[in-house]
């Protein structure tokens, strides 16, 4: 077992409400500068600058994992993480069939842009990513896990797109072995008012857009890594976030 630095909630270029220095080269070069060892891509309702992720993660020695926030039918976000590339991309496709597509309006919400590991755009998307799609909160956990994935609320501390926020408690159901909290200083007020959470897996991460949102390394995990592999430490993190505290 080893402590491992972690941030699980990453915005890239592809996101318009990040900058366009947010590239997959560039956040993995950042997390190595800031002491993170396991990053997670986590672009609004799309995986698509993962696997130019996962290469730039290797050049730099960072343990990639593939991601997405998505956005419910209720306007609530929610982290969805996959062991493995192409299961995050079948769940992509799988999003994408349940998108509500309005073009994106550049000169307001900004670029969308699909990178390769080398920093050159190769692809947009052209329809707006953040806003709310056909799945509900109730039935994303479900989908999430088909493709071997987890999934749990985002930064529920927050007003917008919290779970919190949006639905006034942190509900019995669906069932979500974790929670994020962008600020962790919160978590004694939260676990007071919503006693479910002290069963569950807290995960502090940045929500960053810009490279200097990263944060240096403070959040980590004990996980197993022997024998030593990226794949391990991944799996690992991974049995840690399916299993409840209490």
Same mark, same amino acid.
């Given at each position: 077992m080893n402590r491992y630095?972690?941030? !699980?909630?990453?915005?890239?270029?592809?996101?318009?409400?990040?900058?366009?220095?947010m590239t997959p080269a560039n956040i993995a070069g950042t997390a190595t500068l800031?002491?993170?060892?396991?990053?997670?891509?986590?672009?609004?309702?799309?995986?698509k600058n993962c696997p130019a992720f996962f290469k730039a993660c290797k050049k730099y020695g960072v343990i990639p994992v593939a991601g997405m926030e998505l956005t419910t039918a209720e306007d609530i976000h929610a982290v969805c993480l996959f062991e493995d590339l192409n299961q995050a991309l079948a769940f992509g496709e799988e999003v994408d069939s349940r998108r509500v597509m309005i073009p994106n309006r550049v000169d307001?919400?900004?670029?969308?842009?699909?990178?390769? &590991?080398?920093?050159?755009?190769?692809?947009?998307? &052209?329809n707006m990513l953040p806003n709310a799609t056909e799945i509900s909160v109730d039935e994303a956990p479900g989908i999430v896990k088909k493709y071997g994935g987890i999934c749990y609320p985002a930064h529920i501390d927050r007003q917008a797109n919290g779970i919190v926020?949006?639905?006034?408690?942190?509900?019995?159901?669906?069932?979500?072995?974790?929670? &994020?909290?962008?600020?962790? &200083?919160? !978590?004694?007020?939260?676990?007071?008012r919503f006693p479910i959470l002290n069963g569950k897996q807290l995960v502090v991460s940045s929500d960053a857009h810009y490279l200097w949102d990263i944060r240096d390394a403070d959040c980590w995990f004990e996980l197993d890594d022997e024998p030593y592999s990226g794949d391990k430490v991944r799996k690992s993190l991974f049995e840690k976030l399916r299993r409840e505290t209490g």
């Amino acid at each position: 077992m080893n402590r491992y630095f972690y941030d !699980l909630h990453i915005h890239s270029c592809l996101s318009p409400c990040a900058d366009n220095d947010m590239t997959p080269a560039n956040i993995a070069g950042t997390a190595t500068l800031a002491g993170i060892q396991i990053m997670a891509l986590t672009d609004h309702n799309s995986v698509k600058n993962c696997p130019a992720f996962f290469k730039a993660c290797k050049k730099y020695g960072v343990i990639p994992v593939a991601g997405m926030e998505l956005t419910t039918a209720e306007d609530i976000h929610a982290v969805c993480l996959f062991e493995d590339l192409n299961q995050a991309l079948a769940f992509g496709e799988e999003v994408d069939s349940r998108r509500v597509m309005i073009p994106n309006r550049v000169d307001i919400f900004g670029d969308q842009l699909i990178m390769d &590991e080398n920093e050159n755009v190769i692809g947009t998307d &052209e329809n707006m990513l953040p806003n709310a799609t056909e799945i509900s909160v109730d039935e994303a956990p479900g989908i999430v896990k088909k493709y071997g994935g987890i999934c749990y609320p985002a930064h529920i501390d927050r007003q917008a797109n919290g779970i919190v926020a949006v639905l006034g408690t942190f509900p019995d159901y669906p069932k979500f072995d974790c929670f &994020e909290l962008h600020d962790k &200083e919160k !978590l004694g007020d939260l676990s007071s008012r919503f006693p479910i959470l002290n069963g569950k897996q807290l995960v502090v991460s940045s929500d960053a857009h810009y490279l200097w949102d990263i944060r240096d390394a403070d959040c980590w995990f004990e996980l197993d890594d022997e024998p030593y592999s990226g794949d391990k430490v991944r799996k690992s993190l991974f049995e840690k976030l399916r299993r409840e505290t209490g």
